[in-house]
């Protein structure tokens, strides 16, 4: 028997065909594809500079867009439209340069420091491993592993798995940081989140009683002291780490939403506004911060888990 002649492809196989071969040229498994088409709520698009992104729908109608490159979550918006997350007009999306707002990664570490500032892992592309959604709360995993850009700068294996969670009213982290390799390594880590706000009227409540290391006016030379304010606002610039810090703060952004910032094991929080530093844009976001200043020490296999849960009333 003669080999029966191959049927066309419909219209919808050959776009499903064509996106595979478009993510697959950006780093994107093909597989991770199939999975995100099979989820309800979760999609996987073309952003700003053709840059993979994954958009999370909630069946309360809220949304949140998550760039591959980086891990950077860019949008977070509840159902009235509104975007509480903040990128920066100077922002660029080619690759060259980390993705500037929304909630960045610092890995494996926060700051200056012996790696370049903040670490590598905004600037390195994730890749989607798990999508699912449960009862129209939709959820994707993303992954990073060491590689030869990582490496060259800190020589061990490890694995990160980010997993980002919506609800109607919340957005939720959980950052999973495991040991692969033989020998024991160190890192500090931190989620520098814009906030969209109106800087003049915001405020950040709940860090009363905290040890401060005041980056104002030295950065390279904190000054130690004790938060006595109820109520921290931005009259002028702000960089401050709260060491301790408690596992719920909340902000008032000054454009009529409060946000509360819960968390488990994210033991400290920096709240940041560089004032005329950033003249273009610096009235238009605060940076709250969940961070892990002081050092994790991970030996071989072991992991470390945070989780950042943001809620609107």
Same mark, same amino acid.
């Given at each position: 028997?003669?080999?029966?002649?191959?049927?066309?492809?419909?219209?919808?196989?050959?776009?499903?065909?064509?996106?595979?071969?478009?993510?697959?040229?950006? !780093?994107?498994?093909?597989?991770?594809?199939?999975?995100?088409?099979?989820?309800?709520?979760?999609?996987? *698009? +073309?952003? +700003? =500079?053709?840059? $993979?992104?994954?958009?999370?729908?909630?069946?309360? !109608?809220? +949304?949140?867009?998550?760039?591959?490159? %980086?891990?950077? &979550?860019?949008?977070?918006?509840?159902?009235?439209?509104?975007?509480?997350?903040?990128?920066?007009?100077?922002?660029?999306?080619?690759?060259?340069?980390?993705?500037?707002? %929304?909630?960045?990664?610092?890995?494996?570490?926060?700051?200056?420091? *012996?790696?370049?500032?903040?670490?590598?892992?905004?600037?390195?592309?994730?890749?989607?491993?798990?999508?699912?959604?449960?009862?129209?709360?939709?959820? /994707?995993?993303?992954?990073?592993?060491? !590689? $030869?850009?990582?490496?060259?700068?800190?020589?061990?294996?490890?694995?990160?798995?980010?997993?980002?969670?919506?609800?109607?009213?919340?957005?939720?982290?959980?950052?999973? /940081?495991?040991?692969?390799?033989?020998?024991?390594?160190?890192?500090?880590?931190?989620?520098?989140?814009?906030?969209?706000?109106?800087? =003049?009227?915001?405020? /950040?409540? %709940?860090?009363? %009683?905290?040890? *401060?290391?005041?980056?104002?006016?030295?950065?390279?030379?904190?000054?130690? =002291?004790? +938060?006595?304010?109820?109520?921290?606002?931005?009259? =002028?610039? &702000?960089?401050?780490?709260?060491?301790?810090?408690?596992?719920?703060?909340?902000?008032?952004?000054?454009?009529?939403?409060?946000?509360?910032?819960?968390?488990?094991?994210?033991?400290? /929080?920096?709240?940041?506004?560089?004032?005329?530093?950033?003249?273009?844009?610096?009235?238009?976001?605060?940076?709250?911060?969940?961070?892990?200043?002081?050092? &994790?020490?991970?030996?071989?296999?072991?992991?470390? *888990?945070?989780?950042?849960?943001?809620?609107?009333?």
């Amino acid at each position: 028997m003669g080999i029966p002649p191959r049927r066309p492809l419909s219209k919808k196989a050959r776009t499903l065909q064509a996106k595979k071969r478009r993510f697959s040229r950006s !780093g994107m498994a093909s597989a991770s594809l199939s999975s995100e088409i099979a989820t309800p709520g979760v999609k996987l *698009t +073309e952003g +700003e =500079g053709r840059l $993979p992104k994954v958009v999370l729908t909630s069946a309360g !109608g809220s +949304e949140a867009d998550i760039y591959l490159f %980086g891990g950077c &979550v860019t949008s977070w918006k509840v159902s009235n439209g509104k975007d509480l997350l903040f990128v920066r007009p100077d922002s660029v999306f080619n690759k060259q340069k980390p993705i500037s707002g %929304g909630i960045p990664h610092c890995f494996p570490q926060f700051g200056p420091g *012996t790696l370049q500032q903040h670490g590598f892992a905004r600037n390195m592309d994730w890749s989607i491993t798990q999508s699912e959604n449960v009862d129209g709360d939709p959820a /994707v995993t993303l992954e990073l592993k060491d !590689g $030869p850009y990582s490496r060259s700068m800190w020589d061990y294996s490890f694995q990160a798995l980010y997993k980002v969670s919506l609800k109607a009213k919340s957005l939720s982290t959980e950052l999973i /940081v495991t040991n692969t390799d033989k020998k024991p390594f160190s890192f500090s880590t931190a989620l520098h989140t814009y906030f969209r706000a109106s800087s =003049g009227a915001a405020s /950040v409540r %709940g860090l009363k %009683g905290c040890k *401060t290391l005041n980056k104002d006016p030295d950065p390279k030379n904190p000054i130690e =002291g004790k +938060e006595e304010r109820d109520t921290i606002t931005f009259p =002028g610039f &702000v960089d401050c780490i709260y060491l301790d810090a408690p596992a719920e703060v909340h902000i008032d952004n000054g454009l009529g939403d409060v946000i509360a910032i819960k968390n488990s094991n994210w033991s400290d /929080v920096v709240v940041w506004n560089p004032h005329l530093q950033m003249e273009a844009c610096y009235k238009d976001f605060i940076c709250v911060e969940n961070a892990k200043i002081n050092n &994790v020490q991970l030996e071989p296999k072991q992991s470390w *888990t945070a989780i950042q849960k943001l809620f609107i009333d």
